[in-house]
């Protein structure tokens, strides 16, 4: 089976060479096939959102090696890295951060047309992706409108707008009362395995991450 992911012997130290330094992560290696959904389970502070950012390209680690697509990331420009991650990475997090100005439709085709895609094509996709979350009734709100259980199914349109191979998500339900957790937590499942994409998902929720097809943990800076 094809991987999508490769992180190997990844490690990461903040405040390095002060007293202060902090050694978040000791070589940590992970693979997530094509088409794998994947959680990592990790208390707060044990480096799941560094690991994340690393693997998608908005941090770099201080030495390892990270494989997109088969694709080695080391050494390449920010111009390519940040080219790659517009076209095979999509981030979820906790809070959605949808831009308060534009309706739920214009946050999804926003990303789209950075990305060079024509509006009419781009206004279809996030119609069709509002369509899967049930959200295509309020497409025309703008997100103070929107409950938060919406506002996050929004979010994770937004995520996949641009048809990612790699969908990277941190604690996508954490900010969420447990009924609507549930719900929207089905909704991206759905929506994930309908797509086909590979996701890692951090949570630290056991009962969510049963769900997926394979759990990690992160500890002490490795994934074990």
């Known amino acids: 089976m094809s991987e999508t992911l490769r992180l190997t012997g990844i490690h990461k130290t903040y405040n390095k060479g002060t007293p202060g330094a902090v050694q978040v992560l000791r070589g940590a290696d992970l693979t997530v096939a094509a088409g794998e959904i994947v959680a990592m389970v990790a208390p707060s502070g044990a480096g799941k959102s560094t690991l994340l950012h690393i693997a998608g390209l908005l941090d770099t680690a201080d030495t390892g090696e990270v494989q997109i697509g088969g694709e080695s990331m080391t050494g390449l420009s920010d111009r390519r890295r940040t080219a790659i991650r517009r076209r095979d990475v999509g981030f979820i997090y906790q809070f959605h ?4 100005e534009f309706s739920a ?3 999804i085709v926003l990303p789209q047309l950075a990305n060079a895609t024509d509006k009419t094509l781009a206004e279809a996709r996030a119609r069709e992706l509002l369509e899967r979350v049930d959200v295509a ?19 994770f349109c937004r995520a996949l707008a641009n048809k990612p191979r790699l969908l990277l998500a941190d604690e996508p339900t954490g900010n969420l009362d447990p009924a609507t957790s549930d719900r929207v937590f089905a909704a991206l499942m759905d929506l994930v395995r309908g797509t086909g994409l590979s996701a890692l998902i951090a949570t630290h929720n056991l009962e969510l991450a049963a769900r997926m097809d394979r759990i990690v943990r992160l500890d002490q800076g490795r994934i074990v």
């Open 97 to 100: 951060h949808l831009l308060p």
């Open 105 to 107: 439709l214009e946050n």
């Open 137 to 155: 009734e309020r497409a025309d709100h703008r997100p103070a409108a929107l409950s938060g259980g919406e506002q996050q199914r929004v979010a």
